[in-house]
């Protein structure tokens, strides 16, 4: 009997479609799923607790052998809404900006864009976890993930950080990328592939089982986020990297 395939994954919001397509599929009985932080599923996938995850693209250079294993993920065309600087004064007047370390994609876009699009100074420190309380004044705040769409009615000024990467380059963006860096079985990734894309065919079921009032899901998952990773997106990531990478 061959040993389950160890699966990294968030329990954000925009996980659940694919996460219920592999639940609901074949694929469900050769899996098991963990869940964690985006910033510890690459820790995980290091030391070899997981076999893929859904992995913070930032994450990818730093881990040996470490390849895209499906056509699915993350990504967004312009507006995500769920990665965003938010803060109570305009861009130019912010002085400090508290960075959410539980994803290393969004603190590296943000960092990036402030320095390059925005062409900022700003004072980074680390968010601790009520960090949300301290946004106000001068100081703003990178807030990722489910935190990020209950807070959109909270603050002045959001910076959607897709959308400004795009302004920036042109480009779609990846936040995660379903990553192993060790072969899987025969076969796997095509049925990996069905399962995610299965999960799609099954939107109305996903919103119904996650009650939120704070944003409709409807709207997330078909105009914010984008799940199939085409070329357009690619081009992106790579760039993403690229310049991550020379930023060192």
């Known amino acids: 009997m061959n040993p389950k395939i160890k699966i990294g994954a968030v329990s954000y919001l925009n996980t659940k ?9 074949d694929i469900s ?9 985006p910033a510890r599923l690459a820790k995980s996938l290091m030391v070899g607790d997981i076999d893929m995850a859904l992995l913070p693209v930032a994450a990818i250079p730093a881990i040996d052998g470490a390849h895209i294993v499906s056509d699915y993920g993350i990504a967004a065309d312009g507006n995500v809404v769920s990665v965003a600087i938010f803060s109570q004064v305009p861009m130019e007047e912010i002085e400090t900006v508290y960075l959410d370390y539980q994803s290393r994609t969004s603190v590296k876009l943000a960092e990036l864009l402030l320095e390059s699009h925005w062409k900022k100074k700003v004072v980074y420190k680390p968010a601790p976890e009520n960090f949300i309380e301290h946004i106000n004044g001068t100081s703003a705040g990178v807030i990722i993930g489910d935190r990020a769409l209950i807070q959109l009615s909270n603050f002045r000024y959001i910076y959607d950080l897709s959308a400004a990467w795009k302004d920036y380059t042109g480009l779609d963006f990846v936040f995660a990328a379903w990553v192993a860096n060790s072969p899987l079985p025969q076969g796997f990734t095509a049925r990996f592939n069905a399962a995610n894309a299965e999960g799609l065919k099954h939107l109305d079921t996903v919103i119904a089982e996650n009650p939120f009032p704070y944003y409709n899901l409807h709207t997330y998952y078909t105009d914010n986020i984008k799940f199939y990773l085409d070329e357009q997106k690619k081009k992106g990531l790579v760039k993403f990297l690229d310049m991550i990478g020379n930023a060192r």
């Open 29 to 37: 009985k050769d899996v098991e799923i963990i869940v964690d932080y």
């Open 17 to 25: 479609p694919l996460l219920y397509g592999i639940e609901h599929s």
